[in-house]
């Protein structure tokens, strides 16, 4: 066999050596030359255009139904899985909760190194939405992982060893993590980051690949007005904040802490950003305005990270609506003109389809009902309905802060011309509040002790909307619904489609289902351990072709709320035509009785509600309603372990799980009022 080099070594594949060569070949160029085969899998959306749509086809609707399993690998975790796992020439690289990243050899199912970056387990809450991980990027022999805690971190494709390391914060006070996946172009690994519920201040960041050097930094909201505006994109947007809200106290946000898309035609990079900070625009900018860069499609010079141009999707964004969903870049036909476009469904229920030459709005569409805005303007604006930023009455917003669409990637297939994507409601009300202050871990305010600032009080009102999730296959070109699926729950998975006329799809009830992309039609289902929210990937190797998919359940609705009797362990399932191995043996959920005779004054529940909304319910959710996602519902603890709250609470006992040390933050006395709470919900919904 004859390698790039004109060496004739043949090579254990697996072997550091094969690795050293097979991603020490992948750089842009490659990334872009694997889109003639989709042969690998070498970045989180599959190629540059983050299409997800593979032009293999060996699986195809004709034979997925004999699909089966090859081997499954387990990531031996038990938060939320969001990872795409990455594949070159049959080494797999895919990370799991708490940033680990784990190399897996595809040939044989087994492990070939773990990286674990050391995140502070105790530093979990300082996130708001699980402590997971998108994925990494792979680029000329490194792996590159965004730690949660805010490192990027280049490690050895073949030793797993790091090679470097760079803090991404500007300022370690505030309450900054990583959850998104790096993109690597041009010899430069660019990040964002979370934090934007509780007062952090968005920007995006490229580094040197090689060297771990920052190339350059753009913000995606002003600062400090009696700083200097970094760049004339920060003069622009801060004539649309009202400095009367103080907004650079709390960060105003616009977190990039998903999409980042380069695209190589236009050497642009499109950020997508995030929400206000706090949500509540009234305190944030209470004169109103349009708060750029909230919301927004931005797109930046690739080479110098400068401003070119900005399509806002939500003006003066007041419901935690991100546009930091997953983007896809595409050339369409629309009115028999090839148009170059971002396809875009971020969390406000519209599908966007946006001129990426030059960020000119085409088109948007509901692909959900929605109550915040009647449609979209010629120009590109929303028509907004008034009752949604009402300042002294409650709102039920549909989308809700969980939106429409999330992270879960969708895919877009050019041969059916269909869009892929996982749509949900998740019901919630929101009323503003009459006094903010910036970290005031005050009652009633949600996951304030945990540092949150959102401005609003959730379900001070029960959200009157019901839950649902659907698959949707959306027309872009039409702006219309071809098929759907219904799920018994939000939160599915990402989707992958494929050249074999297929869509692929985790579910959150814990299935892998294979549908025709064309008509819709279910060809093929297997059970997996526990409910399923990352995207699969597909690729082939030594000519045969492969479909793999981490399963785990969590994110932010998944911490609370499940949809299946199973769970973890983190699980990377692979499979491939004639697969034959087993499933492996599913963890069965235990979950605990009601909570009974836990003694507690009923005077005291009002103030422990108060007092479990700040610090408990955003993990722990509701007792006795929710069931448990990934971190157990106190509603069915043993009732020493509630009589004991003080023995969990304080002192940090179970940190590595990341339950936070409440010393200093409650006192036994709140405790008390929490048990209350706690007790007097269970029986309050026990059957008679
Ligand atoms: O505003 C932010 O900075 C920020 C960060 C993140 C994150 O980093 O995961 C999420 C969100 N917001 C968010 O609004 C959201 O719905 C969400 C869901 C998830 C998830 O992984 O399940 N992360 C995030
Ligand atoms: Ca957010």
């Given at each position: 066999m004859t390698l790039g080099g004109g060496a004739a070594v043949a090579q254990t594949k697996g072997s550091p050596e094969h690795i050293k060569s097979a991603v020490g070949a992948v750089d842009s160029a490659s990334i872009k030359a694997n889109t003639a085969t989709s042969k690998d899998w070498p970045t989180y959306g599959l190629d540059y255009a983050e299409t997800?749509?593979?032009?293999?086809?060996?699986?195809?609707a004709s034979n997925v139904k004999d699909i089966g399993l090859m081997w499954t690998y387990s990531l031996e975790s038990i938060r939320g899985v969001e990872a795409t796992p990455l594949v070159v020439d049959g080494i797999m690289y895919v990370s799991a909760p708490w940033s680990i990243v784990h190399a897996v050899d595809t040939r044989t199912g087994k492990r070939l190194w773990t990286f674990d970056p050391g995140v502070d387990r105790e530093k979990g809450y300082r996130g708001c939405c699980d402590v997971v991980n998108r994925g990494v990027a792979l680029y000329k022999g490194k792996v590159f992982v965004g730690a949660y805690d805010g490192r990027l971190i280049a490690i050895d494709a073949a030793s797993g060893q790091k090679v470097w390391e760079k803090d991404t914060i500007t300022d370690r006070k505030m309450s900054y993590t990583i959850t998104g996946a790096p993109r690597v172009f041009n010899g430069k690994v660019v990040i964002g980051n979370g934090g934007a519920e509780y007062g952090v201040r968005g920007y995006v960041t490229a580094y040197d690949a090689e060297t771990g050097d920052q190339k350059w930094r753009w913000f995606t909201v002003p600062g400090d007005p009696s700083k200097p505006f970094e760049d004339g994109s920060m003069e622009a947007a801060a004539k649309t904040w009202d400095p009367a809200g103080k907004y650079w106290v709390s960060g105003g946000g616009g977190t990039a802490w998903d999409t980042i898309t380069f695209d190589p035609d236009l050497n642009m990079v499109y950020i997508g950003t995030g929400n206000g900070s706090p949500w509540n625009r009234n305190i944030r900018s209470p004169a109103g305005?349009?708060?750029?860069?909230?919301?927004s499609i931005v797109a930046l010079n690739a080479e110098t990270g400068k401003y070119i141009w900005h399509y806002q999707e939500t003006p003066g964004d007041n419901w935690d609506y991100t546009s930091t969903q997953p983007m896809i870049l595409a050339d369409i036909t629309i009115d028999n003109q090839p148009r170059k476009v971002v396809l875009h469904a971020p969390k406000n229920g519209f599908f966007f389809v946006i001129d990426r030459t030059n960020g000119k709005y085409i088109s948007a569409k509901n692909f959900v009902d929605v109550n915040w805005a009647t449609g979209y303007d010629a120009s590109g604006r929303p028509i907004e309905v008034p009752e949604a930023r009402t300042p002294d009455k409650s709102f039920d917003s549909i989308p809700g802060p969980f939106g429409a669409h999330n992270w879960h990637p969708m895919s877009f297939n050019p041969q059916t011309g269909l869009v892929y994507l996982p749509a949900q409601g998740v019901p919630l009300n929101l009323t503003g509040e009459k006094k903010f202050v910036q970290n005031d871990p005050g009652p009633f305010k949600y996951a304030a002790t945990t540092g949150w600032n959102i401005g609003f009080t959730l379900n001070t009102e029960p959200p009157k909307n019901l839950p649902f999730g659907r698959l949707i296959a959306w027309d872009p070109v039409k702006q219309k619904e071809a098929w759907r699926a219904e799920y018994v729950a939000p939160w599915n998975g990402g989707t992958l489609t494929t050249a074999g006329n297929l869509v692929f799809q985790g579910t959150a009830d814990g299935r892998f289902v294979a549908y025709n992309a064309k008509t819709g039609e279910k060809l093929w289902e297997t059970p997996v351990g526990t409910g399923a929210v990352a995207a699969p990937s597909t690729y082939e190797v030594d000519g045969k072709q492969y479909v793999s998919i981490a399963v785990g359940w969590g994110g932010v609705f998944g911490i609370t709320q499940r949809a299946t009797d199973r769970e973890g362990p983190g699980t990377v399932y692979t499979f491939a035509v004639g697969g034959k191995a087993p499933l492996p043996a599913f963890t069965k959920y235990q979950i605990g009785n009601l909570l009974k005779g836990v003694k507690y004054d009923p005077k005291d529940v009002p103030d422990g509600t108060a007092i479990y909304v700040s610090a408990c319910a955003s993990c722990h959710g509701v007792p006795g309603v929710d069931k448990g996602g990934n971190v157990p519902n106190l509603g069915y603890s043993a009732p020493e372990t509630i009589t004991n709250l003080k023995d969990i609470v304080f002192g940090g006992p179970f940190k590595d799980k990341g339950m936070p040390d409440f010393t200093g933050k409650l006192t036994e006395a709140d405790l008390t009022k929490i048990q209350a709470f706690i007790q007097g919900t269970a029986d309050a919904i026990r059957p008679k």
């Open positions: 997800r749509f593979s032009k293999l086809d060996q699986i195809n305005g349009d708060n750029l860069y909230l919301g």
